[in-house]
């Protein structure tokens, strides 16, 4: 497996980690733990873009305000919030932001990232972000699937909160979704089954 998260070790001072397998039993737990949400946003009736709310716990929140807050004005400023985007944000694209849209069966690729900011709430980070397709999807026609994980379990990522999932741009009696369980994508060892929004939208 190929080793991931090198930014979010770093911050933690984990560097020896870096060369370790991630999946040895000693590692294979969330060190992060981030609440997020999802907005999935469509035009014309096709899913255009995804957008992320990501809040991370107190902890790993500080370690980047320590990092990155320059100034210790408890905030980002543009040039704070760039330099945190190139060295740890960015860091996640080879694996997909940890977001994965499989529509009947097969995973989408993400084209781009829009629209990434970032604010702090009583001392937790917030990252948003839009994760956009290549060109807009059309979910009428096969199971679609939201998950959004991290396969070496170093990151823990729920969807929670009052709003874990919005739907916007259709008519509320288009497009409907569900919690369920990932164990169909699990990873090997069993350790890591994860959350599953199911959407179903009608033509």
């Known amino acids: ?56 716990d107190g902890f790993f929140s500080q ?15 543009d040039t704070e919030r760039a330099a945190m985007k190139e060295q740890v944000f960015t860091s996640l694209k ?16 993400f084209d781009r990232v829009e629209n990434f900011s ?20 059309d979910l009428t026609k096969s199971e679609t699937v939201l998950s959004v994980y991290d396969p070496t379990i170093y990151v823990d990522i729920i969807l929670g909160g009052d709003k874990p999932v919005t739907i916007e741009g259709v008519a509320p009696d288009k497009c409907s979704w569900s919690f369920a369980s990932g164990k169909e994508i699990s990873n090997p060892d069993g350790m890591l089954t994860p959350q599953l929004v199911k959407l179903s939208c009608k033509a």
């Open 1 to 56: 497996m190929k080793n991931i998260n090198r930014s979010f070790l770093a911050r933690f001072g984990f560097i020896a980690a870096v060369t370790l397998n991630l999946s040895a039993p000693a590692l294979a737990h969330p060190h992060v733990w981030v609440t997020g949400a999802a907005k999935l946003q469509f035009s014309d009736n096709k899913l255009s873009r995804v957008g992320m709310t990501w809040q991370f």
């Open 118 to 137: 970032t604010d702090v709430d009583k001392g937790e980070l917030i990252y948003k972000f839009d994760l956009v397709p290549a060109a807009p999807l």
């Open 94 to 109: 080879e694996y997909g932001y940890f977001t994965h849209l499989r529509i009947g069966g097969q995973e989408t690729v």
């Open 63 to 77: 370690v980047l305000l320590g990092d990155f807050d320059t100034n210790k004005d408890g905030k980002f400023d």
